[in-house]
Nanobody, 123 residues
Framework: QVQVIESGGGLVQAGGSLRLSCTTSGRIFSSLDIGWFRQAPGKEREFVAGISWGGDSKLYADGVKGRFTISRDNSKSTVFLRMDSLKPEDTAVYYC????????????????WGQGTQVTVSP
């Protein structure tokens, strides 16, 4: 069974930065594509960013391009989501998810999910 654990959420003022971390257990970390998703109150969960198993392929939602950066350190079994220039509309529960690596990195079909970490951006 694969466990996914997020950390790094918190309260920050608009314009500030946060870095989320995600680690997994139960599968070889370097064999997993990793994605970050978020869900704001009253809204559906949406894709934020994804990174392929080797880190060579990355995807970003349009609303976070240029502000968020996803990276990974397979030696530490950790994926990071650096969030800069945060806006109040970035407030949400952020989820990390993993899936067995595939040829093409996509925004869907992630199998393993964490419990989420709250990010709150004040005006």
């Amino acid at each position: 069974q694969v466990q996914v654990i997020e950390s790094g959420g918190g309260l920050v003022q608009a314009g500030g930065s946060l870095r989320l971390s995600c680690t997994t257990s139960g599968r070889i970390f370097s064999s997993l594509d990793i994605g970050w998703f978020r869900q704001a109150p009253g809204k559906e969960r949406e894709f934020v960013a994804g990174i392929s198993w080797g880190g060579d392929s990355k995807l970003y939602a349009d609303g976070v391009k240029g502000r968020f950066t996803i990276s990974r350190d397979n030696s530490k079994s950790t994926v990071f989501l650096r969030m800069d220039s945060l806006k109040p509309e970035d407030t949400a529960v952020y989820y990390c998810a993993g899936r067995s690596s595939r040829i093409v990195l996509t925004t869907t079909n992630y199998d393993y999910w964490g419990q989420g970490t709250q990010v709150t951006v004040s005006p």
